[in-house]
């Protein structure tokens, strides 16, 4: 896989330190190290979120380390300050910062299109377009980074990380350490202004040579030698091979020209391969970010050619890039027949939103939360529940429809606290996992104590980051890699802040959850809910399952009632009209049990004949 590729491409590059926090689709990089490393001498570790990840590869990087930094596309949000200010200190060791942007989107609540980022960051970057080069750019990236003292962005899209293909490998190559850190004021503390200019000026003259020093790598390169021509990047190149062997005699028309290097542009390159072609279609995913550049770039240099793409409605600008837009793309391009328009790989099928897991103490959390809101005599609908980032935030669909918003990483109790200053009259609630709570939500509790807020924050601690794959957090007492740490209590760091009120609860304890939230929920003050069980998938991995439930045909009177209200995926219908439980995907929890009325559902082996 892509991410496994970049993993390899960590050892052979020498570097020593990997961190960054968990977020599809870059998460395997680390897991990958996490399993077949550990025999390797790197530190391998994630960090509470993105901007602590960068910072600790960065001050890795300024001692002469090798360094890798991971991300999805919104955690180089959360890593920007840092991360723009690191342009003008520059490092001695290389630094890579991998960011995954995910279109379509995936898993990711924006289509965000990294690409600009690079541009405001000033910082060099590189994009592969499949395994292979998603290993071999990691090396690029840090030559690159140690010959031009800057960090790169290795920038990726998800059908480069979890494509799978053969990769040929590499010898593993001794990693870098720390080698010096010399006091150079100057260089390191942007509070002198004048210091900053000198740097900014730095930082241009660096970024004017990276071009030059690419070159070597041709990771800028051409295929084909027709007058019409097509600038591609990342995953898009496949798709233009791909389709190429679809077009037949169409296909000799067309140059690839296919871009390794997107910031800064490379326009020698560019001005060489271009000042031939009569046309100009550009395939990229997300925003039209190289077909604006390569139209200035003709424009400048006197090019009189017609570049087109996505901003002539060619190739859509949302969604992401699959093989039918492209060869279609390319049919209009080289002027075939438009009749016989390609819909190859197109299947129809059935959307569903993705479920809690089953036994997920999330959606006893819930439940517990909204029927907790009855028993106080509030209704649903009168009582906003913000939710946040994580497995819990599949909580906004049915049955539950619980949450209200989910923003982006902590934003849950910032905003809960703003409705409630705003004038809200009533209860507000944020809901917000443990992980996100470390990750970004401890500056908006502080907030909210420090103001007096009135609110009820529900901490969901299911004891791991389970939605990227079941991930280290800040509670655990060991790493993946075996590094012995000082676990961190949610309720110790809470009561610590001064929350009015701190209660420690079970979701599975339903029943003790309903009472907590009708008595906390019109009190004054922040008082937190930590509702604390350990993720029921991950548990059963570790542990087994150690009981299953069933349906006593007999007893179900198809009134559906343990599907209305928990929605568990292991619940179906069966041909008989009757509830039926997939013993496979059942861990255990009986919460279906409780709501059904007739005691349809037992524990397997008890009370099946009666």
């Known amino acids: 896989m892509g991410n496994e590729a970049i993993a390899r491409g960590v050892t052979e590059s020498g570097v020593y330190v990997v961190t960054g926090y968990p977020g599809t689709p870059s998460s395997e990089v680390l897991m990958t190290i996490h399993e077949f490393g550990k025999d390797l001498d790197i530190y391998a570790e994630w960090a ?21 930094v991971t991300m999805k596309a919104p955690g180089a949000n959360v890593a920007s300050d840092p991360m723009l200010s690191s342009a003008y200190s520059g490092v001695d060791g290389g630094l890579v910062i991998l960011i995954a942007d995910d ?3 995936i898993t990711t609540q924006t289509e965000q299109d990294s690409r600009w980022f690079a541009e405001l960051a000033k910082l060099p970057t590189i994009t592969p377009s499949n395994p292979q080069e998603a290993k071999d750019y990691v090396r690029v990236g840090i030559d690159l980074s140690e010959k031009l003292q800057l960090p790169v962005i290795l920038r990726t899209t998800t059908r480069v990380n979890h494509a799978v293909a053969p990769v040929i490998t590499g010898p593993v190559e001794k990693p870098k350490k720390y080698i010096r850190f010399v006091r ?140 039918t837009p492209v ?63 994580g497995c819990y935030a599949l909580s906004v669909n049915p049955p539950l429809n619980a949450i209200w918003t989910e923003h982006s990483m902590g934003a ?50 299911n004891e791991v980051v389970a939605m990227t794959g079941h991930q280290s957090t800040l509670s655990w007492g060991k790493t993946e890699m075996g590094r012995l740490t000082k676990p961190l209590k949610i309720e110790d760091v809470v009561r610590g802040l001064g929350a009015d009120e701190v209660v420690v609860v079970d979701p599975y304890n339903i029943d003790e959850l309903i009472t907590q939230v009708k008595r906390l929920i019109s009190k004054p003050g922040v008082k ?9 998938l991950y548990a059963s991995r570790l542990y087994g399952v150690r009981k299953r439930y069933t349906v006593i045909p007999e007893k179900c009177k198809e009134c559906m009632a343990c599907i209305k209200i928990t929605g568990c995926p292991a619940l ?28 349809a559902i037992v524990e397997v082996g008890k009370n099946e004949s009666n």
């Open 184 to 323: 150079n004021p100057p260089r390191f503390v942007r509070a002198g202004m004048a210091w900053n200019r000198e740097r900014h000026a730095w930082l241009l003259n660096q970024l004017a040579k990276v071009e030059g020093v690419l070159r070597p790598f041709r990771i800028n390169r051409v295929e084909g030698s027709g007058s019409k021509c097509v600038v591609c990047e990342g995953v898009a190149y496949e798709y233009v091979k791909e389709a190429l062997n679809e077009l037949g005699e169409g296909a000799k028309l067309l140059k690839i020209i296919k871009l390794g290097q997107i910031y800064p542009l490379p326009k020698e390159f560019l001005k060489e391969e271009l000042t031939n072609c009569e046309e100009v279609l550009v395939v990229e995913e997300l925003d039209p970010y190289l077909e604006e550049k390569i139209k200035a770039l003709a424009h400048d240099v006197g090019l009189k050619i017609k570049v087109i793409g996505k901003m002539e409605r060619i190739l859509p600008e949302v969604g992401e890039l699959t093989f």
């Open 412 to 461: 849950s109790i910032g905003m809960a606290m703003g409705l409630k200053l705003s004038g809200f009259k009533g209860p507000v609630i944020a809901t917000i996992g443990d992980s996100t709570l470390f990750h970004a939500g401890l500056p908006a509790l502080a907030e909210a104590i420090h103001k007096r807020a009135d609110l009820l924050i529900v901490v969901l601690d």
């Open 48 to 68: 509470v979120n993105e901007r602590v990840a960068f910072e600790i590869g960065l001050g890795a990087a300024i001692g002469g380390a090798r360094a890798l």
């Open 327 to 389: 060869i279609n793309a390319l049919r209009k391009f080289v002027g075939l027949n438009l009749s016989n328009l390609v819909a190859k790989y197109v299947k129809e099928v059935p959307s569903r939103p993705p479920p809690l897991c089953p036994s997920c103490p999330h959606r006893n959390t819930y439940l517990g939360l909204i029927f907790g809101l009855l028993r106080a005599g509030y209704r649903k609908e009168d009582v906003p529940i913000f939710g946040d980032i």
């Open 572 to 599: 179906y219908i069966g041909e008989d009209h009757k509830v039926k439980i997939m013993l496979e995907d059942c861990l255990g929890c009986g919460l279906c049990a409780r709501y059904c009325p007739f005691s």
């Open 528 to 536: 937190v809910l930590v509702s604390r069980a350990p993720c029921a």
């Open 103 to 105: 279109p379509g989107p």
